[in-house]
């Protein structure tokens, strides 16, 4: 029963950590994706903006 008890937790923390790990390297992924979409657009617009003015 012992033994039993022990191992539920060992695999509870096994699947936080590998959740944890899963989950930040999303965000790690998402993150600068969403900042590179975010400066590629402000390039963007200032270009066009640059080139109606002239």
Not at 5 to 30: P, R, S, T
Request: include cysteine; charged fraction near 15%.
């Amino acid at each position: 029963m012992l033994k039993d008890k022990i191992k539920l937790k060992i695999i509870d923390v096994l699947a936080i950590i590998i959740l944890g790990i899963g989950f930040g390297m999303l965000l790690a992924v998402i993150i600068p994706f969403w900042i590179w979409i975010i400066i590629i657009g402000a390039c963007l617009i200032y270009l066009s903006w640059y080139f109606l003015k002239r």
